[in-house]
């Protein structure tokens, strides 16, 4: 591993930039594509499932109660918390669990380092961060799997032919999902322009069909009272609980509605959400309870046996076009998160491909797209049928959303300057709902919500490992480090040879003299006529400004310090940005430029700070990380690596 590791830092504040230049409703309709396509596919399976738990599932009263938690829970968890609350804790623009978390912490006044996490940050709040980064990944795998599996099942549904189908919808479902995940690394601009408008005409018909039975059973409208929630909970007892966490598909994907407000921005969500996502939603949910009504026995799989017959391949055929966005979006979203937890220092470095020119948010990452197909297709092959996948579904998500409200409430405390009472009474309400559905999808752990967790876990346990060996390993290097001011001094004294050009030398900490500088002097007995110690740096902000960019500090005539920030969704391209020091007077060619790394061989030691599983597991992650070369975007040519060996 080399030994330069991304510091993160708080830079000086910038304005933030909008999104893009393109008009409001160009946002909108986009926003309604990449935002809403996972919660748009949840009346595929979520109406059914609730059915299939409340006791009495066909009967009036049973319909009416679960039609009224559906519409509560969009009101409560979506448009309250999400819309009106938690939209509000933006980080320059950008939103989701890590820009959240990145913002609480300068909220709390933390300045940290990724290596000397365990040190300055407020351990609460990135353990906080971790755990919901971790969830996002095991919500990402069950996204995929459930929303294309419920689309292919339509297939046994289908006029006359459909038995003929049954058979083959787990292969047909894993057929797509591969296809989707090798279509990846071409990158989603060139289908992405269609995302928004092919959800768009889903929603549409998701408000059709509902309005065909709401008119035929207008009663289900009642169902919009919160009596008839409060009736089916009461009656059901413990019961209730399971109901709650069937209920709380509806609301997966709510979520999304921070995580992508820096594609779109606030008020193009906003508007989807409130005009177009809403409103067809509960008019298809309110279609489904009316059909139940008028025909008990559609119970069984209400949204498909609502398609009238001629119209049903093409709708099935927008189905399957709409569960591909949605996952698409979902798949999209890992590579970024796993981006995000690169730059501040939770996960080593990894290959980070970008598939546009233009658009910064368009990447490809080969492992994060290797890891989700296959655990992907271990989920068809482990629960076969969406209902069982359902049980699966929706731990991870309220385990999200209880993190999510416990770092707004840091924020509106500590950034906001809301007094504790005025937080409290927003937050405790909120949380106190999400708690109630963590609970009651608690009751499908042993059903196969263990899936998630174990996959968060293991996340977890990766990110925890890595950022407390990097911490470790700093730790000693700086102990056994010279400062470099003493140095610098030393060597105006004493004759050493000269070589012509520059050498960067990469470190985490620009103190103290690197250790690919100290073996170079030590072994090859020579100092260059300009050496630059490079930092680079992580903001707690998405993107740094080029005016930003660079920092140089000079240490004598022949050493300067220089520090590269970067916001936490960029990719670093030194050479890119060194072409900046021209501007604040540092001069020098690329072409006569060495780039000194120190690479560390590392062992696993007993007496370490972890225990010696640990210590493998992080030498292993050091092993499998992306070279700092192509990392860097620095020219191979001009790369020396100078290695040391270190216990861990």
């Not at 319909?63 to 559906?70: A, D, E, F, I, T």
């Not at 709390?108 to 040190?119: I, T, W, Y």
């Not at 046996?305 to 979203?333: D, E, H, R």
């Not at 004759?495 to 500088?517: E, Q, Y």
Request: glycine share 8%.
């Amino acid at each position: 591993m080399a030994e330069a590791l991304t510091e993160t830092t708080a830079p000086p504040p910038s304005k933030a930039a909008p999104p893009h230049g393109d008009s409001f409703w160009v946002l909108t309709l986009g926003s309604i594509g990449v935002v809403f396509g996972d919660i748009g596919t949840s009346p595929l399976y979520a109406l059914r499932e609730a059915l299939a738990h409340a006791r009495g599932g066909a009967g009036p009263m049973a319909v009416m109660g679960v039609v009224s938690l559906v519409f509560w829970a969009l009101i409560l968890v979506v448009t309250v918390k999400y819309v009106i609350f938690v939209m509000r804790a933006d980080n320059k623009g950008e939103g989701g669990t890590l820009a959240l978390m990145a913002l609480a912490q300068r909220a709390l006044g933390a300045a940290p380092s990724a290596a000397r996490s365990f040190v300055s940050r407020s351990r609460f709040v990135f353990v906080l961060g971790i755990c919901g980064a971790a969830l996002f990944y095991g919500d990402g795998l069950i996204t995929p799997a459930i929303s294309v599996l419920s689309a292919a099942e339509g297939l046994k549904d289908a006029p006359q032919i459909g038995h003929l189908f049954e058979p083959f919808v787990l292969p047909i479902a894993a057929v797509i999902l591969v296809a989707l995940f090798m279509v990846q690394s071409r990158g989603t601009a060139s289908v992405g322009r269609y995302f928004g408008p092919i959800t768009l005409v889903w929603f549409a018909v998701l408000a059709g069909l509902g309005l065909i039975y709401i008119v035929q059973a207008p009663q289900i409208l009642l169902g919009l009272s919160p009596y008839y929630a409060v009736h089916l909970l009461a009656s059901n007892g413990l019961l209730g609980f399971a109901i709650l966490g069937s209920v709380f598909l509806v609301v997966t994907g709510a979520e999304a509605l921070y995580a992508d407000m820096g594609h779109f921005g606030k008020a193009p969500i906003r508007a989807a959400w409130l005009f177009v996502a809403f409103p067809c939603l509960m008019l298809n949910y309110l279609g489904q309870g009316a059909l139940v009504l008028l025909k008990p026995e559609t119970q069984a799989n209400p949204f498909y046996l609502m398609i009238p017959q001629a119209v049903y391949w093409p709708v099935l055929l927008l189905t399957i076009a709409a569960t591909v966005i949605a996952s698409q979006a979902v798949i999209t979203g890992a590579y970024s998160v796993t981006q995000q937890a690169v730059q501040l220092g939770l996960l080593p470095r990894i290959d980070i491909r970008r598939t546009s020119e233009t658009v910064a948010g368009q990447i490809y990452v080969p492992q994060v797209n290797t890891f989700l197909l296959v655990g992907v297709l271990m989920l068809l092959v482990v629960f076969k049928t969406s209902s069982n996948l359902a049980s699966a579904y929706g731990i991870a998500v309220t385990g999200t959303m209880v993190i999510t409200m416990l770092l707004a409430y840091v924020v509106a405390r500590r950034r906001w300057g809301w007094r504790r009472s005025t937080a409290l009474l927003f937050d405790i309400p909120l949380i106190t709902i999400d708690l109630t559905f963590l609970a009651a999808n608690a009751l499908k752990i042993p059903e196969g919500g263990w899936f998630p967790l174990a996959f968060g876990g293991g996340v977890m346990l990766v990110m925890w490992t890595w950022t407390r060996g990097a911490a470790i390993l700093t730790e000693k290097a700086r102990r056994d480090s010279v400062p470099l001011t003493d140095l610098a001094d030393i060597l105006k004294t004493r004759p050493i040879s000269r070589a012509s050009g520059t050498a960067v030398f990469l470190t985490s900490d620009p103190d103290t003299a690197p250790v690919a500088l100290m073996h170079n002097l030590k072994h090859n007995k020579v100092l260059h006529d300009q050496n630059v110690i490079l930092t680079v740096r992580t903001a707690e902000t998405p993107r740094v400004p080029d005016e930003d960019r660079v920092r140089i500090e000079p240490v004598n005539d022949r050493f300067r310090k220089v520090a590269l920030t970067y916001g936490f969704m960029e990719s670093p391209n030194l050479p890119k940005a060194l072409s900046l020091c021209r501007k604040q007077g540092l001069k020098f060619d690329i072409m006569a430029t060495s780039f000194f790394l120190g690479k560390r061989s590392v062992v696993a030691s007993s007496q370490s700070g972890m225990p010696l599983w640990q210590d493998k597991l992080f030498i292993f992650l050091m092993k499998n990380a992306a070279n700092p070369t192509d990392f860097y975007k620095i020219p191979p040519g001009r790369v020396v690596e100078m290695g040391t060996q270190v216990t861990v």
